[in-house]
């Protein structure tokens, strides 16, 4: 087995398919997107679907993780350039959330957000 490239290798296997279903069923879920008609003088950016396989210990298949993303490359400088599409956490955040942290005394735990749950595992350092 092998991750798949493109969606038209995806398509022909049922546990990309599976995955791929999962990811638009929790953009669903999640309110991620309003479909709306495009401005005037605006390209839509296109998008592409990612495919990567996620493995146990010992070797064997866990899940199939897709993800569908943006294609930020396609974005034009002065008219969309300054967009940001995917949710990330500033570092000056990180380590103001870590010094209080520190200072507090707290336990500090990881949190996996997959699509429909959560996982919280402990910090190791």
């Not at 290798?9 to 991620?32: G, I, P, V």
């Not at 866990?62 to 400088?77: E, F, P, S």
């Not at 996982?119 to 350092?125: F, N, R």
Request: net charge negative; hydrophobic share 40%.
């Amino acid at each position: 087995m092998r991750e798949s490239e493109t969606y038209t290798e995806a398509a022909k296997d049922s546990n990309w398919c599976a995955a791929m279903d999962e990811e638009m069923w929790a953009r669903d879920a999640n309110d991620t997107w309003d479909l709306v008609d495009p401005a005037q003088h605006y390209k839509p950016i296109g998008w592409k679907w990612v495919y990567k396989m996620k493995y146990n210990i010992n070797g064997s298949v866990n899940r199939y993780k897709v993800r569908l993303m943006a294609k930020g490359y396609a974005q034009t400088h002065d008219i969309d350039y300054d967009e940001t599409f995917v949710v990330v956490a500033k570092m000056t955040t990180v380590c103001v959330v870590l010094a209080d942290v520190a200072t507090r005394g707290w336990h500090l735990l990881r949190i996996r957000v997959y699509n429909d749950c959560i996982h919280t595992i402990p910090w190791t350092v």
